[in-house]
């Protein structure tokens, strides 16, 4: 069965880095659109970041310039590292894998950024 297995959150303070990974099986991996989503208290969830099968990237301008995502195919792993991080990058963290007849779901990472 598909699995998306994000991991990496926690606790970190203002102006810290995270890194998160999302580890897929049951896919296949190449093929698919990976996108970062996040979702915060009382808010909707939001698309951070996303990556094509051809490593083309797309980033929410909140997060431009401290977020960067990559991808490892042969490791079948989506990465998102997170720089200079504010209290209101906390959130859940939820990976996804996408074409245009599937979607799939991680069960998200929480992120709390806190002094």
Same mark, same amino acid.
């Given at each position: 069965?598909?699995?998306?297995? &994000? ?8 102006g ?27 808010? &909707? ?22 977020f ?15 720089n ?26 929480q ?5």
């Amino acid at each position: 069965q598909v699995q998306l297995v &994000e991991s990496g959150g926690g606790l970190v303070q203002p102006g810290g880095s995270l890194r998160l990974s999302c580890v897929t099986s049951g896919i296949t991996f190449s093929l698919y659109r990976m996108g970062w989503y996040r979702q915060a208290p009382g808010k &909707e969830r939001e698309l951070v970041a996303s990556i094509t099968r051809d490593d083309i990237t797309n980033y929410a301008d909140s997060v431009k310039g401290r977020f960067t995502t990559s991808r490892d195919n042969a490791k079948a792993t989506v990465y998102l590292q997170m720089n200079s991080l504010k209290t209101e990058d906390t959130a859940v963290y939820y990976c996804s894998a996408q074409t245009a007849v599937s979607s799939h779901w991680g069960q998200g990472t929480q992120v709390t950024v806190s002094s």
